[in-house]
């Protein structure tokens, strides 16, 4: 069984694109995830498989850093790889460097320096700043701590976008946290930590929540703060089945004799309730659990009898774009096939984000009968503002698509057509329910 992955959603930077990309992000985080692990049976995952993940992250952000244009790729990727870096103790028992196979990781990161080494000394600040940053991981990969962190110390980000810099300095937070934790400074890193978690409401990427709450819950143990650290692993574990994460805190929960099983009565109560409170000038107004959007998707993840009835509910009531993400997402994890009128109802809608909200929700459950009316209705919207994701869409769903140019950001007409052409040829060589 696997876990969710990857270990960051990504949200693109600068402007409009934040909002956008973490609405993209919800979905595709809840979309690749697998069934529930089994934490009695640590052969699922091992440290040797880890190390491989690694090295897979490592050739990503390798062929990445290729393109010029834009290295924040290579920031979220190396990023991850230190979320990996940061968890494989909790996760193993052990440090990374002494699982098998971790030699060719070293090899590799020092290949990598000198690339990123030299993309930091030039260019617009946002691929300078992500080329530093990550340079600091390699160091560390590459068994240089001490110069890792006496460069992330260094770290300066540039430009004045102020969500910029958080995105910048809460990864530099969080590899300065690793690198203690790692040395046994757990105070130092549990401050580290809690200053990059601080950034989250301004960084433009998202870290995966999972990790850092598991983490941050392991840091509160070793410095003595048992309640807290107990309240946050069980917060992973009512809120992200299936993840690192999950399995990290399941674990320590049932070694402390601490365990609450999420059930879908605890959900409602704590996570998705309402409550009706007055505001300064005395008049009612909805309170929203911090957690409500997360619970969403866990009621997927966890399977619950319940969870069906409950998402139903919330596809007439989803109050904004992002929870309608989240149960979109959701319907699709839970794999009830009774989702499938919602989701089509959704995706008939004249919404852009609608549309792709359902569009990867139906595909997950099989029902790609939306792929021809989607490319019609993209391609002849006069507002059709999100066709890089549209794309993104339609290749995840055929398995292919026509060939582009990798910056390829297509206008309606031309979107339209190229696809409808490929998918005319597809039609040519197999059949149409072939097509995903």
Not at 193 to 204: E, H, I, K, P, V
Not at 328 to 354: M, N, V, W, Y
Not at 374 to 392: N, P, Q, V
Request: with cysteine; proline share 4%; net charge neutral.
């Amino acid at each position: 069984m696997k876990t969710k992955e990857p270990l960051y959603l990504e949200r693109s930077c600068l402007g409009r694109h934040v909002m956008r990309a973490f609405l993209l992000g919800i979905v595709m985080w809840c979309l690749v995830a697998a069934a529930a692990i089994d934490v009695t049976k640590p052969e699922a995952r091992t440290p040797g498989t880890a190390v491989d993940e690694i090295l897979s992250l490592l050739d990503r952000a390798d062929t990445a850093s290729q393109n010029k244009d834009s290295l924040e790729t290579c920031l979220v990727t190396l990023t991850s790889v230190g979320s990996m870096l940061d968890t494989f103790e909790m996760e193993f028992g052990s440090q990374p460097e002494k699982a098998p196979g971790f030699e060719k990781v070293k090899t590799k990161a020092k290949a990598m320096l000198a690339s990123f080494d030299q993309l930091s000394k030039g260019g617009i600040y946002f691929n300078q700043d992500s080329a530093d940053t990550s340079a600091c991981i390699l160091l560390e990969l590459a068994g240089r701590s001490k110069d890792a962190l006496k460069r992330l110390s260094n770290v300066t980000p540039g430009g004045g976008c102020g969500n910029w810099q958080a995105t910048v300095m809460q990864s530099v937070n969080e590899q300065m946290s690793g690198i203690y934790q790692r040395r046994g400074k757990y105070a130092k890193a549990l401050s580290l930590l809690q200053a990059a978690m601080g950034l989250d409401g301004l960084s433009l990427y998202a870290p995966r929540q999972d990790l850092t709450l598991a983490r941050y819950a392991f840091l509160l143990a070793k410095t003595g703060n048992e309640k807290e650290a107990i309240k946050n692993y069980q917060l992973v574990v009512d809120l992200f089945p299936n993840t690192t994460g999950w399995t990290i805190s399941k674990r320590a929960l049932l070694e402390k004799k601490a365990l609450i099983e999420p059930t879908a009565a605890r959900l409602s109560d704590l996570y998705l309730k309402v409550e009706m409170v007055p505001d300064e000038q005395g008049i009612s107004r909805n309170r929203y659990s911090a957690y409500r959007e997360e619970a969403v998707l866990a009621l997927g993840g966890h399977r619950f009898p319940e969870s069906f009835e409950l998402l139903e509910k919330m596809v007439a009531t989803a109050r904004r774009s992002r929870e309608l993400a989240c149960v979109t997402a959701s319907l699709a994890e839970l794999g009830d096939k009774r989702a499938l009128p919602l989701l089509h109802a959704i995706e008939a809608e004249d919404d852009q984000f609608a549309k792709l909200y359902a569009a990867s929700a139906l595909h997950a459950l099989g029902d790609d009968s939306w792929v021809e009316p989607f490319i019609s209705y993209f391609g002849t919207h006069k507002d059709a503002f999100e066709l890089d994701w549209a794309d993104r869409t339609l290749r995840n769903a055929c398995g292919g698509g026509p060939d582009t140019k990798p910056d390829w950001y297509p206008k309606p007409a031309e979107f339209a057509r190229l696809w409808s052409e490929w998918i005319a040829n597809q039609k040519n060589k197999k059949p149409v329910a072939a097509l995903r």
